[in-house]
Nanobody, 123 residues
Framework: VQLQASGGGLVQAGDSLRLSCAAS????????MGWFRQAAGKEREFVAT????????YCADSVKGRFSISRDNALNTLYLQMNSLKPEDTAVYYC?????????????????WGQGTKVTVSS
């Protein structure tokens, strides 16, 4: 399975941005998917996760109410809608996929990772 993240860029505080993650290869293996991010000089952190069906999601407290995760299994694509962006959201955002089906906020449980897309939010 290969994951390709896109949609990052430079925006101003308060703006919105939507990230996409296209999956290819043996996509039938994919269950839960998620987004993580890594700011410069910091460890990678969990952002959001979604079940295979898309009916259950979970977001980190730092983005709750501003970010939403969704997926379109027919297109093999994962999304992260980011609203009311803040400078502290600046990071490289990574999509990840798990062959299991339970929600997960833990990096080690994900089997596949995309290459990352950079989001910069200016104040």
């Amino acid at each position: 399975v290969q994951l390709q993240a896109s949609g990052g860029g430079l925006v101003q505080a308060g703006d919105s941005l939507r990230l996409s993650c296209a999956a290819s290869g043996r996509t039938f293996r994919l269950g839960t998917m998620g987004w993580f991010r890594q700011a410069a000089g910091k460890e990678r952190e969990f952002v959001a996760t979604i079940t295979w069906s898309g009916d259950t999601t979970y977001c980190a407290d730092s983005v709750k109410g501003r970010f939403s995760i969704s997926r379109d299994n027919a297109l093999n694509t994962l999304y992260l809608q980011m609203n009311s962006l803040k400078p502290e959201d600046t990071a490289v955002y990574y999509c990840a996929a798990d062959e299991d089906y339970g929600l997960s906020a833990t990096e080690i449980e994900y089997d596949y990772w995309g290459q990352g897309t950079k989001v910069t939010v200016s104040s």
